[in-house]
C-alpha cells in the first residue's frame, strides 16, 4: 500500500526565504527552524513532496533539490505540478471554510507568518 502525499512549499516553509527572491536558481537562506526534523517526521507515515513557484523557472528544480541536499533534508519529490494531497503546507495560503463572505477582506487583511 503506497503512502498518501503531503505537500510542502519551498520559500518561507522548508527554506526560510529571508533575503526574498533572487532568482530561481539563488536560494542563499537556512532552513526554517526545525523543518528538517519534522519533515524526516511526516515522511515516516506520508510522501512527502516539495511544489513551489521556482519549480517553473529555469533550473528552480535543481536548485531546490541541491539546497535539500546540501542541509540533508530528505523529500521523496521534487516538482512543478500539484499531485493529489491529503493537505498543504504552505505561508501563502488561506483555509477555505466554506464560506465566501469576507473572502475580499481575507485576501486584504493576509500577512505570512514570517511578517505578523
Not at 2 to 22: A, E, H, L, M, P
Not at 56 to 74: N, R, S
Not at 102 to 108: R, V
Request: with cysteine; proline share 6%; net charge positive.
Amino acid at each position: 500500500m503506497s503512502k498518501q502525499t503531503v505537500i510542502f512549499d519551498f520559500d518561507g516553509v522548508i527554506n526560510s526565504y529571508t533575503s526574498r527572491w533572487q532568482g530561481a536558481d539563488i536560494i542563499p537562506d537556512p532552513p526554517v527552524e526545525g523543518i528538517k526534523e519534522a519533515i524526516t517526521e511526516v515522511r515516516k507515515h506520508y510522501r512527502v513532496v516539495v511544489v513551489s513557484s521556482r519549480c517553473y523557472k529555469p533550473g528552480g528544480i535543481e536548485a531546490i533539490k541541491a539546497w535539500l541536499k546540501k542541509y540533508q533534508i530528505q523529500v521523496d519529490d521534487v516538482t512543478d505540478e500539484k499531485p493529489p494531497a491529503v493537505v498543504i503546507f504552505d505561508d501563502r495560503a488561506i483555509t477555505f471554510d466554506g464560506n465566501t463572505t469576507g473572502m475580499l477582506d481575507k485576501i486584504k487583511a493576509f500577512k505570512p507568518w514570517n511578517k505578523k
